[in-house]
T-cell receptor
Framework: RKEVEQDPGPFNVPEGATVAFNCTYS??????FFWYRQDCRKEPKLLMS???SGNEDGRFTAQLNRASQYISLLIRDSKLSDSATYLC????????FGTGTRLKVLA | NAGVTQTPKFQVLKTGQSMTLQCAQD?????MYWYRQDPGMGLRLIYY???????DKGEVPNGYNVSRLNKREFSLRLESAAPSQTSVYFC??????????????FGPGTRLLVL
C-alpha cells in the first residue's frame, strides 16, 4: 500500500462547479498535512496547510480526518485558473507526496 | 527576494557524463532538499540537508552526491549519468514554522534528459 494515495483524475468540471478531492495516508503517526498546487511543467506551490479543526481560505476548504486517515480539499465556484494538479503532502519526519489529482475546469 | 533558484533550467547529457545542479535560496532557511519527479511516481526525496554542514540520504540517493556549500547553496551532482536519471529535479528549502509544521518552498526545477 502506498504511503499517500490520491485519485489521479482527471476531474473535468464546468466553471462554477464544486469539486472535492480526497487523499488517504497509511501512517497513523503522521504529523502535518498540506495541499500543494502544481501547474503544468512548474514547481509545486503551497496551497494550504490542513489543520485538525479544518480550515478555509476563500473558495478552498481543507479537512483532516485522523480516525479514517484522510484529508480532503473542497473547491467551490471553480475557475478556469484552478486547472492544475493538486498534490497531497503528509509529514512524519519527512515530506511524503501523493502523485497528485489533476483538475480541469471547463468553460 | 528571489526565493529558491535553480540552474540550469534544461540539460541534455550523454550516458556517463557528469554534471552539477545548482540551488540557492535567499530566505535564510536552515533546511534544503533535492527531489526528483517522474510521471506517476510523485516527488521522491534524493538528499536533504537539515542545516549547514549536514547532509542525509533520502528515498532514492543512488547515483547522486550533494554538497551543502553554505547556508544558501545546496548542489546535486551526478557523477556518471544514466538514462534512468532522466527526470525533473526540484530543490526546496524550509524553515520550521511551529513544532510540527514545516512549509517547503520549491525552485522552478531542472529538466534533465540523459541519452
Amino acid at each position: 500500500r502506498k504511503e499517500v494515495e490520491q485519485d489521479p483524475g482527471p476531474f473535468n468540471v464546468p466553471e462554477g462547479a464544486t469539486v472535492a478531492f480526497n487523499c488517504t495516508y497509511s501512517n497513523s503517526a503522521s504529523q502535518s498535512f498540506f495541499w500543494y498546487r502544481q501547474d503544468c511543467r512548474k514547481e509545486p506551490k503551497l496551497l494550504m496547510s490542513v489543520y485538525s479543526s479544518g480550515n478555509e481560505d476563500g473558495r478552498f476548504t481543507a479537512q483532516l480526518n485522523r480516525a479514517s486517515q484522510y484529508i480532503s480539499l473542497l473547491i467551490r465556484d471553480s475557475k478556469l485558473s484552478d486547472s492544475a494538479t493538486y498534490l497531497c503532502v503528509v509529514t512524519a519526519y519527512k515530506y511524503i507526496f501523493g502523485t497528485g489529482t489533476r483538475l480541469k475546469v471547463l468553460a | 527576494n528571489a526565493g529558491v533558484t535553480q540552474t540550469p533550467k534544461f540539460q541534455v547529457l550523454k550516458t556517463g557524463q557528469s554534471m552539477t545542479l545548482q540551488c540557492a535560496q535567499d530566505m535564510n532557511h536552515n533546511s534544503m532538499y533535492w527531489y526528483r519527479q517522474d510521471p506517476g511516481m510523485g516527488l521522491r526525496l534524493i538528499y536533504y540537508s537539515a542545516s549547514e554542514g549536514t547532509t542525509d540520504k533520502g528515498e532514492v540517493p543512488n547515483g547522486y552526491n550533494v554538497s551543502r556549500l553554505n547556508k544558501r547553496e545546496f548542489s546535486l551532482r551526478l557523477e556518471s549519468a544514466a538514462p534512468s536519471q532522466t527526470s525533473v529535479y526540484f530543490c526546496a528549502s524550509s524553515e520550521v514554522t511551529s513544532a510540527v509544521q514545516e512549509t517547503q518552498y520549491f525552485g522552478p526545477g531542472t529538466r534533465l534528459l540523459v541519452l
